[in-house]
């Protein structure tokens, strides 16, 4: 199903792509805030507040964007700083643009697609991720533009895999990471670079 869907858009993007579309390549890099989830065990995590970096390769086309962003963040929980997380966001993204003046101009935009989450103490697995963006963006130069961005990130977490529990009689369970509709809501704030040719 995932295959079919990604084939679609990518066949979409294709088809739809015209002359007076231009190719934007962005560059992402910023820090990345999480909320706390809760396990099925009611233990209650929080992620700790980390750097992110990310790409994305969009078509522009008069007052719009669409195309693919991907983005990596790396941290720990903050009351145990062994369990080391990783955060992998594969999104189909779209946006419109309205101009603030002459050579800035402010976004507002829409993303769906995976987030990969992998630890150092459980398998990794993928989940649904959505959320909204916008941003500003300047232009320097015809093809090169600077900007900032915030963007809310909410994967939904279902895990029915085996719970893995910490067995050793001397600590408390640590049944920790087995989740059941729980949503994990990441918010993005980067600095961005554009190319555009």
């Known amino acids: 199903m995932n295959k079919l869907m990604l084939a679609s858009i990518v066949g979409l993007l294709l088809t739809s792509h015209t002359s007076q579309a231009e190719v934007g390549v962005t560059a992402y890099a910023g820090q990345t805030y999480s909320q706390s989830v809760t396990t099925t065990r009611q233990q209650k995590h929080e992620f700790s507040d980390d750097t992110h970096y990310g790409f994305s390769v969009d078509w522009h086309e008069n007052e719009t964007k669409y195309g693919f962003f991907y983005s990596k963040y790396e941290g720990e929980f903050e009351e145990s700083t062994i369990h080391k997380i990783k955060t992998?966001?594969?999104?189909?993204?779209?946006?419109?643009?309205?101009?603030?003046?002459?050579?800035?101009?402010?976004?507002?935009?829409?993303?769906?697609?995976?987030?990969?989450?992998?630890?150092?103490?459980?398998?990794?697995?993928?989940?649904?991720?959505?959320?909204?963006?916008?941003?500003?963006?300047?232009?320097?130069?015809?093809?090169?533009?600077?900007?900032?961005?915030?963007r809310w990130l909410a994967t939904l977490i279902k895990n029915k895999s085996k719970v893995i529990c910490d067995t050793d009689p001397s600590t408390p369970n640590m049944c920790s990471w087995h989740f059941d509709g729980e949503t994990l809501n990441q918010f993005q704030v980067s600095a961005t670079v554009t190319y555009r040719f």
Do not use: C, K
């Open 88 to 150: 992998e966001y594969l999104l189909f993204q779209s946006a419109v643009y309205r101009p603030v003046s002459d050579d800035l101009d402010a976004y507002i935009g829409m993303q769906l697609g995976v987030n990969r989450l992998d630890t150092n103490f459980a398998e990794a697995d993928s989940f649904f991720a959505t959320g909204l963006f916008g941003g500003l963006e300047y232009q320097v130069m015809d093809n090169l533009s600077i900007g900032t961005e915030a």
